[in-house]
DNA sequence: TCGATTTTGTTTATTAATCAACATATGTGA
DNA sequence: TCACATATGTTGATTAATAAACAAAATCGA
């Protein structure tokens, strides 16, 4: 691809989510934006229609970059379950931030609708892949698990991370495996 | 002016700084100038004609911003000769790892020989503006002070900056006061 | 509330940057 | 020494980014 699309775009987004962090949602302007990116306001506009679908692009670019973290690498399963876990955790850590601004904005729910229905997709391939059954309701169990993984994060997250990743890790994945062999909701064993 | 000329020119003088730092310039090629800088190879030339015309804007630049720091800010002299003559060395020391490879280089001659056509035109400046006459050879003792000065900056950068800035301004600062009222051949006291 | 200022979103002409392709030059290893 | 690879410098067509100008909407301050 055209390298000035991509670095429009990175300078762009990093100006965004530097004012993001700095300030409410509400307060910035796409001239804020375009100056702190040192790209003129019309290049904004070529690449989002507005604020709120550079917020979400935003969103999804965080979000995407948290779920790979959690991908077992390729074919190999040389990572396990509680090392891809604690590298989420490890990311959440660094980009807490990030996260938590987004976790405690009352103007944003456009991030906890996104967070919940990758988390959901993310439990179903789960399930999918260690062919896990059950007796009970399948669609109750996916967003029990989700819901619970979630709260555990959030909370983590906005109680500035009280214990570390490696242990946030442990905890989760043993309070999920308690049930099934789901071994965790975001990676597999 | 246009912004994305400032922006290539920034980032192309960064990337060929960088590299200067970490290998010798002969071995530095105009594709990985472009591959680092993270501009089109086409580009460079359009801001350059070759790999030596962005050495001297390079040197030019950085003696630039090393000739501006040694002069008295504005028109209030509230910065003393003292104080600019120390925010030379400070600046000096800041880029040491710049101006050790280019005193140090055996392939470049340009970086000396701008130094000293730029010391030479520095002293000639401080003594008409301190309107110092003298008996001797005003030709003479331009070369004097320049080469004087050059060689103690020389001296301290080469050897690791053994003496802090604010030792080496004062002792340079005396010792040019001993001969005239030229109290600095940077700055005006 | 009203006037002033700022922001938004869009348009247009212009320009710098891009990519690809090329011939030439330089250098490097077998 | 001679292929082979890499670097240089240039060209032309295309595209993204730019500045400037604009009307409309939102925000602000008095």
Redesign the interface.
């Known amino acids: 691809m055209d390298?000035r699309i991509e670095?429009s775009r990175q300078a762009i987004m990093d100006a965004f989510t530097k004012l993001m962090l700095e300030k409410d949602f509400e307060k910035i302007t796409i001239n804020e934006i375009a100056e702190l990116a040192?790209?003129?306001r019309g290049t904004v506009y070529s690449h989002y229609v507005d604020i709120f679908d550079l917020l979400n692009q935003c969103i999804e670019n965080h979000l995407n970059k948290l779920f790979e973290n959690c991908q077992p690498r390729g074919n190999d399963s040389s990572i396990s379950g509680k090392d891809a876990l604690c590298k989420t955790f490890n990311y959440l850590e660094q980009n807490a931030f990030f996260y938590s601004k987004m976790l405690m904005s009352k103007s944003i729910t456009a991030f906890r609708n996104r967070l919940h229905a990758l988390m959901v997709k993310s439990v179903e391939e789960q399930l999918d892949m260690n062919g896990i059954t059950t007796d009970g309701n399948r669609e109750i169990m996916v967003q029990y698990f989700a819901s619970a993984t979630i709260g555990v994060i959030e909370w983590w997250i906005t109680n500035s991370m009280p214990y570390s990743s490696e242990y946030m890790a442990e905890q989760l994945l043993s309070l999920m495996e308690r049930y099934q062999n789901v071994t965790a909701p975001l990676t597999r064993s």
Chains 1, 2 share one sequence.
Do not use: C
């Open positions: 390298r670095k040192n790209v003129n």
